[in-house]
């Protein structure tokens, strides 16, 4: 009996032991020290990958969200017909081919046969068909109906196949066939605006929903009869971390995997043998901008005059230098710099605050005895709205602030939780002026946020900015595939944003995402790394 008690006391003392040294993060060498780790050399499966977002998906359904948090996460959930691989060509995905003939005017698409929805129910052209009547229904309140609505004819010529004509050629044509496809059998005869399947999706993507707590944390998991083989992740699990600094501590703490720096935790936290030995970092200009959009109904910025006067009055350089620490670089439109398609005659309004001065004065705006300028008794007193817990876009504001106060500029600043602003306020119309910024797409084709027609219900020309010269341009610059003449329109249309400022443009930024180093298959591309998310993995010692 003492003899066992003995074994039973030993015992019982190990587990302890081991207990405690797991609670106090004491892990054999290999699992604590990537770099000294054998890394296996095939991929294997298992484990998950923490992300954060600052925002929470507003639904989850792609051709009604406006806003990125939403998109990223549906990115995962559905499948197109065609993708952009790293280096930015179109190749299929579930299709199995598809040719472009007649000059552009016409496409045909094999799908595959071996593409199934998450609930076991084949995807077949009928779906692609009804997600196309379904962008271009009126009663669709989506921002994204342009391109479908240039469709003369859609004709399925098969279960697994179908062809689209169009009027004349159209550059981004095969760019609306990236659309994420929606199931038919689950959709159909429901109200798009107040189904349960924006929070409940089924999509025929490598991951699916498993878990989604309100403003707490999504949980996606890998779909085990994904067409081109099931993601090595068991799971993908978005924490909503409605603040930068926060995120950042919580990669610290070991309970975030991914995330994207700030530029001072990319330059000065991020130092020293522990964080190189437990994250690697990346560093590319980033395929999207930074600007200030104004309210174009309201009364001060009617006037583009107005408009001109705050862009000379902004230093920029000084932006970059204070909210980015010098890792960005100053635009002049809606384009990324050093691209074909970004018009390098044209220069970003130079600081200069007597020139800012003189234009006020020339729209009617003058400094009072209080300092500040004035109009009929009106103070120059306006708001910026920012999305919580983006320290970046606030530092630019109070940057700002200071910069604009000096010349009789009365900017403040309110700060809104995502969904809110985006649904409530920007998508709504109701602000004086916004801190936003626009991913840069592949094609230079812009038409869905700067045409006249995007102005209306859920549409991206949400500041109300019309021009017929630059609708013009627009039209002619998606009808024809000849980049040079391509080239010829958009310069002309970045004059135009660049003389009437409807958009403050300030900076492209660069993009700075951290990953654990326990986390295999990374592959930097033109694309960056996350292009490659659903083949990431983890070996086992680590999961």
Known sequence: MKKFLKIFFNFFLLLLIISCNSENGTVPDKQKNPVNAEIPKEPQQGGKLILASIGEPSNLIPILAADSASHEVA?????????YDKEYNIVPLCAESFEVLDGGKLFRFKLREDVYWQDGVQLTADDVYFTYKLTIDPKTPTPYAADCLLVKEFKQTGKFSFEVRYEKPYAR????????????????????????????????????????????????????????????????VYRIIPDVTTIFLEAKAGKVDYL???????????????????????????????????????????????????????????????????????????YKPHTWVYNDKLTPYPCDPEKALELFAKAGWTKGKDGYLHKDGVRFSFTVLLNQGNKER????????????????DMKIRTVEWATFINEFVLKGRYDAVILAWNILEDPDIYDVWHSSAIRQNGLNFVGFRNAELDGLLEKGRSTADRTERKAYYDRMQEILHEEQPYLFLYVP??????????????????????NMEKW???KMWQ
């Open 260 to 334: 994207g720096l700030t530029t001072q935790q990319y330059l000065l936290q991020t130092k020293g043998a522990e964080w190189e030995e437990k994250w690697r970092k990346y560093k590319y200009i980033a395929n999207g901008y930074t600007y200030i959009g104004f309210n174009l109904n309201h009364p001060f910025f009617k006037d583009k005059t107005v408009r001109q006067a705050l862009s000379y009055a902004t230093d920029r350089d000084l932006v970059i230098k204070g909210a980015l620490l010098g890792l960005g670089e100053k635009t002049v439109g809606p």
């Open 510 to 531: 660069y993009a700075l995402p951290m990953v654990q180093k326990r986390f295999q298959g990374i592959e930097p591309a033109v694309s960056g790394i996350t292009h």
């Open 75 to 83: 990115g995962f959930l559905y499948t197109s017909l065609i993708k």
């Open 394 to 409: 606030e530092t630019v504001l109070l940057i700002l602030q200071e910069q604009w106060k000096k010349l009789g500029i």
């Open 537 to 539: 993995w983890l070996p």
């Open 173 to 236: 044509a095969i760019v609306t066939w990236m659309m994420s496809i929606l199931p038919k059998h689950i959709l159909e005869n429901q109200d798009i605006t107040k189904t349960s399947f924006a929070r409940n999706p089924v999509g025929a993507g490598p991951f699916k929903l498993k878990e989604w707590k309100g403003g707490s944390q999504l949980i996606l998991e890998a779909n085990e009869t994904y067409f081109e083989g099931r993601p090595y992740l068991d799971q993908l």
